[in-house]
């Protein structure tokens, strides 16, 4: 799950927006190997939590257990209206842009085929979560198949690039490095997701932080050794400029066809990664239902499949809406960063944690406490290098967070007089 949730579509086409910022091989490649790092370092302190929360909901639960449910509630409540719900959206719509690739339907066709992605998966795991998750095996599986052929491929047939012509004097500074970073951490996203299924998964505070850790491992390596891959084969203006550098790279590999191949690759790899997350969301919303934070309605549980089928169906319904009006683009774009505000307070949970007394996870953090400073450190100058560097998107995603405080309020006051 982990894997299969990280690896979609971001690696076949955000390459070129990392390289955008960054005028050498070497920045770019830096750009890929610490963001590996620093989820590396997020994934550990997940890791954590998870042992020490081992139940339905993930980083909602440790939000609201560590801190207050009202900063918990701002989680979930951005996650359905823009981050999560525009995630499932913005990967049906990569897919149904691929697809395209071999049947011409026009702009109406191709969104009709992502309401129609989203609407399947969500009927897949409404009748069960081991269902969701064999197909998500299997998807993954052929996505990392696919991977390694391309990168041996690359590897055996590429190098016609001579270094000289791919090198450059940079004249990028550290924000253009951080906004890099930024492009790089959208491609590592989703490695938090797998804890939001700990209910339902066996003897979850063992399993989920061997899945996180293993699973990052295996994404940094893949995402480092494309990239070498990219870079090898293609100059690196053609990286900068292309918007299907992995298809460009398949073809200067592979020859005419290549992106042909491409296309079906990255089609299996957005289901994948769309598998994972439409399965993950609603076990947010359940918990927020069952605090009293969301409509009761949202907390139902399916008696023969035992699903949160209620919430698999308002998530299916509102990321449809996104995707089928495109309305998706414009709350996704600026509201994704916030969500490393909520990471760096989960990283700082670790601290609150770890001083009461009975604390005992059966895992825990590697390299405390350095890891955790660092990684909210990194978290933290991200975004305000966002903020600095683009105030106005910044401020309005911010905006859009901070509008759930007054609907939290409001169910606070419902119940307390109810």
């Given at each position: 799950?982990?894997?299969?949730?990280?690896?979609?579509?971001?690696?076949?086409?955000?390459?070129?927006?990392?390289?955008?910022?960054?005028?050498?091989?070497?920045?770019?490649?830096?750009?890929?190997?610490?963001?590996?790092?620093?989820?590396?370092?997020?994934?550990?302190?997940?890791?954590?939590?998870?042992?020490?929360?081992?139940?339905?909901?993930?980083?909602?639960?440790?939000l609201r257990d560590?801190?207050?449910?009202?900063?918990?509630?701002?989680?979930?409540?951005?996650?359905?209206?823009?981050?999560?719900?525009?995630?499932?959206?913005?990967?049906?719509?990569?897919?149904?842009?691929?697809?395209?690739?071999?049947?011409?339907?026009?702009?109406?066709?191709?969104?009709?085929?992502?309401?129609?992605?989203?609407?399947?998966?969500?009927?897949?795991?409404?009748?069960?979560?081991?269902?969701?998750?064999?197909?998500?095996?299997?998807?993954?599986?052929?996505?990392?198949?696919?991977?390694?052929?391309?990168?041996?491929?690359?590897?055996?047939?590429?190098?016609?690039?001579?270094?000289?012509?791919?090198?450059?004097?940079?004249?990028?500074?550290?924000?253009?490095?951080?906004?890099?970073?930024?492009?790089?951490?959208?491609?590592?996203?989703?490695?938090?997701?797998v804890t939001y299924?700990?209910?339902?998964?066996?003897?979850?505070?063992?399993?989920?932080?061997?899945?996180?850790?293993?699973?990052?491992?295996?994404?940094?390596?893949?995402?480092?050794?494309?990239?070498?891959?990219?870079?090898?084969?293609?100059?690196?203006?053609?990286?900068?400029?292309?918007?299907?550098?992995?298809a460009d790279a398949?073809?200067?590999?592979?020859?005419?066809?290549?992106?042909?191949?491409?296309?079906?690759?990255?089609?299996?790899?957005?289901?994948?990664?769309?598998?994972?997350?439409?399965?993950?969301?609603?076990?947010?919303?359940?918990?927020?239902?069952?605090?009293?934070?969301?409509?009761?309605?949202?907390?139902?549980?399916?008696?023969?499949?035992?699903?949160?089928?209620?919430?698999?169906?308002?998530?299916?319904?509102?990321?449809?809406?996104?995707?089928?009006?495109?309305?998706?683009?414009?709350?996704?774009?600026?509201?994704?960063?916030?969500?490393?505000?909520?990471?760096?307070?989960?990283?700082?949970?670790?601290?609150?944690?770890?001083?009461?007394?009975?604390?005992?996870?059966?895992?825990?953090?590697?390299?405390?406490?350095?890891?955790?400073?660092?990684?909210?450190?990194?978290?933290?100058?991200?975004?305000?290098?966002?903020?600095?560097?683009?105030?106005?998107?910044?401020?309005?995603?911010?905006?859009?967070?901070?509008?759930?405080?007054?609907?939290?309020?409001?169910?606070?006051?419902?119940?307390?007089?109810?």
């Open positions: 799950m982990v894997v299969g949730t990280i690896v979609g579509a971001s690696i076949f086409v955000q390459p070129s927006e990392i390289a955008r910022h960054l005028d050498t091989t070497r920045q770019i490649m830096l750009v890929w190997i610490a963001s590996g790092i620093l989820t590396l370092f997020g994934a550990m302190v997940c890791a954590e939590l998870a042992s020490a929360f081992p139940v339905t909901g993930g980083l909602y639960v440790f560590t801190f207050s449910p009202l900063i918990a509630f701002l989680w979930g409540w951005a996650m359905f209206w823009t981050m999560h719900s525009g995630i499932v959206a913005a990967i049906a719509t990569v897919f149904a842009r691929y697809a395209t690739r071999f049947v011409d339907v026009g702009s109406a066709g191709t969104r009709a085929i992502a309401v129609g992605v989203i609407v399947a998966l969500s009927a897949l795991n409404y009748v069960g979560v081991r269902a969701g998750s064999r197909v998500q095996t299997l998807l993954t599986a052929a996505k990392l198949t696919a991977i390694t052929g391309l990168v041996i491929a690359g590897f055996a047939l590429g190098g016609s690039v001579e270094p000289a012509a791919r090198e450059a004097v940079s004249d990028a500074d550290v924000s253009d490095f951080l906004l890099a970073m930024v492009a790089g951490l959208f491609a590592y996203g989703g490695w938090h997701m299924t700990a209910g339902e998964t066996v003897m979850p505070a063992r399993t989920i932080p061997a899945a996180l850790v293993a699973g990052v491992g295996v994404v940094t390596a893949c995402y480092v050794a494309l990239n070498v891959v990219y870079l090898t084969v293609l100059p690196i203006d053609t990286v900068r400029t292309s918007t299907r550098v992995a398949a073809d200067a590999v592979i020859g005419v066809g290549g992106s042909a191949l491409l296309a079906g690759l990255v089609m299996v790899s957005s289901l994948g990664a769309l598998t994972g997350i439409v399965l993950t969301g609603p076990r947010v919303y359940y918990s927020m239902a069952h605090d009293r934070l969301a409509v009761s309605w949202l907390g139902y549980v399916h008696p023969r499949y035992h699903t949160p089928s209620h919430a698999i169906v308002a998530q299916g319904v509102w990321s449809s809406v996104l995707a089928a009006t495109g309305a998706y683009q414009t709350l996704f774009t600026r509201v994704i960063y916030t969500e490393w505000l909520f990471f760096a307070l989960m990283a700082a949970g670790l601290f609150v944690l770890r001083r009461r007394p009975g604390y005992s996870p059966p895992y825990r953090t590697w390299g405390y406490p350095v890891v955790p400073v660092l990684f909210i450190g990194a978290a933290v100058t991200i975004v305000m290098n966002q903020i600095y560097r683009q105030p106005a998107e910044a401020l309005s995603g911010l905006g859009l967070v901070a509008v759930g405080a007054p609907v939290y309020y409001l169910f606070h006051a419902r119940h307390r007089f109810s």
